[in-house]
């Protein structure tokens, strides 16, 4: 099976483009139909973010996902819940600060994993490489009213700082769209995972597709493809 994203065949697969479904942020659609729609439009990672709830109504759309993603040859990765990841075989994790510890979840979870850690600062990106993660979700980059809990901006500035200093494939995160995805991108992120970007879109599966272009496309209008 291959993944979109590969970035190096002795490295694991890290996507460039993620997208966190959420159903608290919008009711419109469901973590399956978004997931759906966000394959459709070229996404090559999508995570499972969901804060609250029944466990086992979480598993069993854990389980949904997975299939679609599998089917696709898209990574699927469980924000937070070590649990769920387990009980639905994903191929992944992704762990804040305060979460449950990557080292613990390496053991849990295997080496074979992508395990990824939340970062605002080149401290805590530097912590995420010295427990073990595979990439590093920096951010927020922007302002974002899609985590209550998102630090204030870092700026492309700090984004840049973290690339140059940390070996590892860093994910920007927090306010991204489709106009300043390029900018992200010229200063070396690996990627963007997105929320409102595309769950709170009408369409999310053209959103994602604006997303999926942008990603190809420098500040001046020269291509990376």
Known sequence: MIIRGIIDEDMKSIGRLHILTDVQVQARYSHTELTRLAIAGGADTIQLRQKEGSTREMIEVAHQMKRLCQE????FIVNDRVDVALASKADGIHLGQDDFPIPMARELLGEASIIGGSAGSVEEARKCLSEGADYVGFGPVYSTTSKADAGPASGLGLLEEVVRSIPLPIIAIGGI???NTPDIMSVGAHGIAVISAVCCQAF?????RALSRALRVGPTGWNHA
């Not at 696709?72 to 990574?75: I, L, M, N, Q």
């Not at 999310?204 to 994602?208: L, S």
Request: negative net charge.
């Open 72 to 75: 696709a040859g898209v990574v």
């Open 177 to 179: 769209d489709e106009e």
């Open 204 to 208: 999310p599966e053209q959103a994602t």
